[in-house]
């Protein structure tokens, strides 16, 4: 399995960024795909997961909970981070991760694959 990260840059506060985790392999028959960020000095903090199977169980950290929107594509193998009302203190290198268990894991652990990071730059 290998994750292709994309879609950082840089944004004011309140603006939208949307992130793209392209994955190859067989990750998008069963398991699941989560991001995370870390900023530098702290550990890498889980944001978001989603499921690959039909259906798509969603879940999200309580810091962006109403503001991120995780989703995948299975024609593109390509899960997205729709980041909306983005704050400064979101600023941080996104990463995104697959598991090989069907459910949207918060464990660091559970996930075996990641991708190369993707900068995320909010101004005030």
């Known amino acids: 399995v290998q994750l292709q990260a994309s879609g950082g840059g840089s944004v004011q506060a309140g603006g939208s960024l949307r992130l793209s985790c392209k994955a190859s392999g067989s990750i998008f028959v069963t398991g699941?795909?989560?991001?995370?960020?870390?900023?530098?000095?702290?550990?890498?903090?889980?944001?978001?997961?989603?499921?690959?199977?039909?259906?798509?169980?969603?879940?999200?950290?309580?810091?962006?909970?109403?503001?991120?929107?995780?989703?995948?594509?299975?024609?593109?193998?390509?899960?997205?981070?729709?980041m909306d009302s983005l704050k400064p203190e979101d600023t941080a290198v996104y990463y995104c991760a697959a598991s090989r268990g069907a459910f949207a894991?918060?464990?660091?652990?559970?996930?075996?694959?990641?991708?190369?990071?993707?900068?995320?730059?909010?101004?005030?």
């Open 105 to 124: 894991s918060t464990d660091i652990a559970t996930y075996t694959y990641w991708g190369q990071g993707t900068l995320v730059t909010v101004s005030s």
């Open 32 to 82: 699941a795909i989560g991001w995370y960020r870390q900023v530098a000095g702290k550990q890498r903090e889980w944001v978001a997961a989603i499921t690959t199977t039909p259906g798509g169980v969603t879940k999200y950290a309580d810091v962006v909970q109403g503001r991120f929107t995780i989703s995948k594509d299975y024609a593109k193998n390509t899960v997205y981070l729709q």
